[in-house]
């Protein structure tokens, strides 16, 4: 089936897209600014004993699972802008409260809150953009939105290092405000400059040509194989590879390969910059390839950057080879990670009907918070075990195993949405 876009909707759904962008771009500065101290907020200033901090961390992956349902569904009834606008208000309420400090139970319905907004909003842009952009554009702009988002990720984390100090309490409180109103911003921007494009409200007229609405539930979209194995797949990424790239990869890297907190965070930097500098270009190497087979790429890339964590683990690696190792392992992740990001989106909007999107994108966005359950606690049996070096086979064999079920799938698919179309795509 074929989508054709009018001259009128390509200029409106351009327009759409830029404020996204630039949405985008503003929300994920604040975010840089607060996401990697959570816990150390909770324990060091809230508070909270290290046990307690990341339990009430873990509460927004289990409040993202729970609400991701509802979520996806009310979209599909009140349009996915209204649903993004809801969810980035709620995550601003959230973030706005844990600034403003109190007991650790305030910081936990401060973290629900967050949380329950977050399973709202990151499926509905996804769902969004596919209203925004024509088929043949998706992939650049789930690659492109993906590298922009890093980009301030990285950038913010920059800012709030040389601004937050365990001396200064209040230093926390401030980068918690910001991102708060980066994130009402965002909300704006939706409500101002998205209302009236199309996606904003629920549509009808916008299913596939010869295509009926058909049910509206839950069950049509489980009802659909492919898209479950595409979940499988997800999942297995989630728990095996992003599962794995904060908490786990840190502990291995300090507690076993006997790295410094300086090289822990030199790794991570590597992760962003090859996101941001070789996105777009892995992108356009790619254009012409089969989805199913970007998948297998990412589960290669993601085993083999794990194996050179391994490496650092190595006696003939200590020191400073360990440290080059492990900054390669993150390096070469966020490789694969720019071959994942223009299919996670993309496929998924490919599989589901117009009036499906919201449910489809919420189911696809819910293998995170899953993953990031399951994950971690493998990875505390492993480290934790005689042999914590276990952690790098069992994970690298499991990264492998999305990738080979990434390339089963696409026996599978159908042929528009395994192999996007060959058009020509610029920059705009």
Request: glycine content about 14%; charged content about 10%.
């Amino acid at each position: 089936m074929t989508e054709v876009w009018s001259s009128e909707r390509l200029a409106v759904g351009r327009r759409a897209w830029r404020l996204s962008l630039a949405g985008t771009l503003v929300s994920s500065l604040g975010s840089g600014l607060t996401l990697p101290f959570l816990i150390v907020y909770l324990h060091a200033v809230r508070g909270a004993s290290l046990p307690v901090a990341g339990l009430v961390v873990a509460l927004s992956s289990v409040i993202g699972m729970v609400s991701s349902a509802a979520s996806g569904s009310l979209a599909d009834r009140i349009g996915l802008g209204r649903m993004l606008a809801i969810g980035l208000l709620l995550q601003a309420i959230g973030t706005g409260l844990l600034a403003i400090g109190g007991s650790i139970a305030e910081a936990a319905i401060a973290v629900t809150i967050n949380g329950a907004g977050n399973s709202a909003a990151w499926p509905s842009m996804n769902g969004l953009v596919s209203n925004q952009v024509p088929p043949e554009r998706r992939a650049r702009a789930y690659a492109l939105r993906f590298g922009l988002l890093n980009a301030g990720l990285g950038v913010g984390g920059i800012v709030s290092g040389s601004v937050v100090s365990l001396e200064h309490p209040g230093s926390f409180q401030l980068v918690y405000a910001v991102d708060a109103i980066s994130t009402a911003a965002f909300a704006a921007i939706v409500v101002v400059g998205l209302r009236g494009t199309p996606g904003y409200l629920p549509d009808p007229g916008s299913v596939h040509p010869h295509e009926d609405a058909g049910p509206r539930g839950y069950r049509s979209v489980l009802a659909d194989r492919r898209f479950l194995g595409f979940l499988a797949c997800g999942l297995l990424f989630s728990t095996f590879g992003y599962g794995q790239l904060d908490g786990p990869w840190a502990a291995f890297a300090t507690l076993v390969a006997h790295a410094s907190p300086q090289v822990v965070g030199i790794g991570f930097a590597a992760n962003t910059a090859v996101i941001v500098v070789l996105q777009l270009a892995v992108e356009r190497a790619t254009r012409r390839w089969r989805r199913s087979r970007m998948l297998l790429v990412t589960g290669v890339l993601w085993s083999v950057g794990w194996l050179f964590s391994g490496l650092a683990a190595l006696p003939a690696f200590a020191g400073v080879p360990a440290g080059i190792a492990l900054a390669l392992s993150l390096g070469v992740f966020g490789l694969g990670e720019t071959f994942y990001s223009p299919v996670n989106g993309a496929l998924t909007n490919a599989l589901a009907p117009a009036h499906l999107r919201g449910r489809y994108n919420a189911l696809a966005s819910s293998t995170w918070p899953l993953g990031g359950l399951i994950g971690p606690p493998v990875a505390g049996v492993l480290l934790g075990s005689a042999a914590p070096v276990l952690w790098v086979p069992v994970i690298a064999v499991g990264t492998a195993i999305a990738g080979l079920g990434g390339l089963r799938l696409g026996r599978v698919l159908p042929p528009e949405a395994d192999r996007p179309p060959l058009e020509p795509v610029d920059a705009s």
